[in-house]
């Protein structure tokens, strides 16, 4: 039990050393500007903080380039579609939807919902990300069309 105290220490300052390094990392990427969200976000928004990965990848890739985080592109039926990002280069438009999940993940790429899976039998079902994104692709090739995948 004496070495209790200082397993803590070093978790603490573990997690601060971690925390002090993302906040550093936020700071110096366009992550914020381009999405509205704060860092705060990133902290407590798991979603958030695996598309703020993402685009730190992106922001690194060479060349011109203009990355657009969190748009909302309308779709026919007065809804709206939310696009995690986009990045724009000389190669072309790549339209990403973000999924930081853990867990086993299960889902044949036409099924219109997969699973997530943890031990002890617990699962949680979200929206296939490939049809979620060809409903994005869709949105941003043709806004006025029917955007097949889904919301």
């Excluded at 381009?34 to 890739?61: D, P, Q, T, V, Y």
């Excluded at 999924?99 to 949680?124: A, C, D």
């Amino acid at each position: 039990m004496e070495g209790v105290p200082f397993l803590i220490a070093v978790y603490i300052f573990y997690k601060l050393f971690g925390l002090s390094v993302l906040y550093i990392r936020y700071k110096c990427s366009d992550y914020g500007a381009a999405s509205g969200n704060s860092f705060a976000s990133i902290m407590f928004n798991k979603g958030c903080k695996g598309e703020f990965l993402i685009f730190r990848i992106l922001e690194k890739l060479p060349g011109y380039k203009k990355i657009l985080a969190n748009l909302y592109i309308p779709k026919t039926d007065g809804s709206t579609t939310e696009i995690d990002l986009v990045l724009v280069n000389s190669t072309g438009i790549y339209v990403i939807e973000s999924k930081n999940l853990n867990g086993v993940i299960g889902g044949h790429e036409k099924e219109i919902m997969w699973t997530q899976s943890f031990g002890g039998g617990k699962k949680y079902k979200f929206y296939n990300p490939l049809l979620q994104n060809q409903g994005h692709i869709s949105a941003v090739i043709d806004p006025t069309a029917k955007a097949g995948g889904l919301p």
